[in-house]
């Protein structure tokens, strides 16, 4: 586009006829552009084909399902959303969203509270072993989930904890999430610390200037944290599998797959309809945030 | 009350680098003391100690009558002035100008009233509602100043403030300072101040006092008069005056009571009271004399060095010359009138030092051993 104006003289009173040559290369770059736009949108469509299905498929009944290729249903239905609302469990469908958002809230103000604070210590303090123990939390970064699964989980038996939330709590409310305590350190280390030593200066305690400088500073960071969380938490699916038992305490995630579980020929369609409003809250929040995400994981674009 | 004193201070970084070598500093009640001195010479870290955001590794630091040595900062009744500013992003100027009294508890009607007080004083009240980055580079720096000066602190500290401005808005602002400083002097409520800068001029002109600073170590502390015409060492000597002072090896020797400086196979006998004022047996020295002291003579005249003209600068009122007398660089600045227009590079010129301004420092330790 950029190369069309810059070829067309754009001048009000210009209204020399163009060039064999201009037009010439006009239409060249409206065919590049054409096939440049018509292929991106091809591969994007591609990529999000399923999940267009997904919602297509979602109206559709049971019986059409396999039977049209199409996304578009014939006829289209709301059952499978009424069915796959009421569950074959005592609970609707509604309770295991609450118990989602059980999980959810608690645990994302825990993430951002306690990664906030060990970060700021590794970003802004010295104490002994500090390299040590910040190369000790990178490293978990780099352990794979499964092998600490079972001692984890022998550990909150002996507590007691199973079928309760605190297992899927507790250790993000103490920054067991190493990534997001990495990725704040990264962001303040991009910010200067002289507001900070401005503001001891004006007789802040470390807590205040934590809480009325820094926090604010990492407001970019912590959304996309908050965002993270939500999201990777919404999408579990092992941690609860692994701590909650009863099924009054499932989350969404669960739920999902118990519909699969109780039913001997599968309905395909509540499954689906149900997949849709498990994937709502997570779109929502990211659309509605997106700004922020975006500016938040591109650390450092702090302007001074 | 507010004096400040540094004792036998010093700074170990945690590297085990050595910034600051036990330096002794009394700053009086009410005074401007300035540190200069070249990039690197600790000016930073040694305010950075009384602000007590970098701590001390030996000797002591007073404010008043209080051993300031582990208090934090925001107890030691310092204000600071940083270069970047470090104005709060996320505040109104207004918040950022009340954030450390609000700490402070102080009620929301005095705070309202001093900054009132100070916003007009600096002539900021129309950017009350603005965040800093809404402000121009001059604009913040005055939001910044009223940021220390609404506390009333006993000491001020200053870090390069007017580094990041245009020359213009830097001697405004300059003047702007020194005039807040008279100020505060009159109104009865002195503020004591320390300035760190390395650009000489904002030294002599905004300075009660100079601190001369070189690789941690204090050079000369003394009022801009003084070191300009007694510089204690040859660092000194060089470090104030434009251009520098002209600094030569020499070989001192006497001839009949009257001292003999001979530069390369280039000898000139010095009178005019020198050998009063000389505190040294013959041998190395180092001649410090200033350009502006050096007046341009014909060639073998007595008493001149014989050089030859290296380049000439034409600064309007006066002329820089710059010649080579045999390997050594020497300046003289002539004023425009005086000047002989038919000189041109190349040439053979005498210089001849005015012998009552010839420093004279050991070529050993630099220290000045000329001073009467
Ligand atoms: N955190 C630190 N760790 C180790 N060495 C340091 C640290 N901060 C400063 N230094 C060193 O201490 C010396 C003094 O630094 P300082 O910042 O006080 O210099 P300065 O006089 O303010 O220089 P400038 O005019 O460039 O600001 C320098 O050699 C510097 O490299
Ligand atoms: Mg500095």
Known sequence: ?304 | MAQLQLRSVEKTYGNGFKAVHGINLDVKEGEFMVLVGPSGCAKSTTLRMIAGLETITGGEIRIGDQVVNDLVPGKRGIAMVFQNYALYPHMKVRRNLSFGLKLKRIPKDKIEEATQEVSSILEIEQLLERLPKQLSGGQAQRVALGRALIKHPEVFLFDEPLSNLDAKLRASMRVRITDLHKRLRNEGRPATVVYVTHDQVEAMTMGDRICVMKDGHIMQVDDPATLYERPANDFVAGFIGMPEMNLVPCALSRNGGLPVLSAGSQQITVGDGLADRLKAEDGKVTLGIRPQHLSVVPAGTDGAFNGTITNLEFMGHEVNLHADVDGAAFVAVVPSEDFDNNLKRGDKVGLRPDGRRIHIFDAASGANISLS
């Open chain 1, 1 to 304: 586009m950029a190369m069309l104006s810059d070829i067309s003289p754009k001048g009000r009173g210009d209204r020399r006829p163009p060039t064999q040559i201009e037009l010439k290369l006009r239409r060249k770059a409206r065919v590049s552009a054409t096939i440049r736009y018509g292929l991106l949108t091809l591969i994007g469509l591609l990529m999000v084909y399923p999940l267009i299905w997904l919602i297509g498929a979602s109206f559709k009944t049971n019986a059409e399902m396999f039977t049209s290729p199409s996304f578009w249903p014939n006829e289209p239905t709301v059952q499978g959303y009424i069915d796959g609302w009421k569950t074959s469990t005592p609970y609707t469908f509604g309770k295991f969203f609450l118990n989602s958002l059980w999980i959810i809230i608690p645990k994302v103000i825990g993430t951002a509270i306690s990664c906030t604070l060990v970060a700021y210590g590794f970003a802004r303090f010295e104490f002994p072993f500090k390299k040590f123990l910040f190369a000790s939390v990178i490293a978990t970064l780099l352990l794979p989930n499964v092998v600490t699964r079972i001692p984890q989980y022998l550990l909150f038996r002996d507590i007691g904890w199973l079928d309760s939330f605190l297992p899927l709590w507790v250790p993000s409310a103490m920054a067991g999430d190493a990534f997001f305590v990495f990725m704040i350190v990264q962001f303040l280390r991009a910010i200067p610390r002289d507001m900070e030593e401005a503001a001891r200066v004006d007789g802040a305690t470390t807590l205040q200037t934590l809480v009325y400088i820094v926090v604010p500073m990492l407001t970019p960071a912590l959304i996309s944290v908050c965002l993270f969380q939500f999201m990777w938490t919404m999408n579990d699916f092992l941690g609860p599998l692994i701590y909650v038992s009863s099924v009054e305490k499932y989350p969404v995630s669960l739920a999902l797959k118990l519909s699969i579980d109780t039913t001997e020929a599968f309905a395909w369609n509540q499954i689906l309809a149900m997949s849709v409003l498990a994937l709502a809250p997570s779109l929502t929040v990211f659309f509605l945030a997106q700004k922020y995400f975006i500016e938040g994981i591109s650390a450092g674009g702090v302007k001074g």
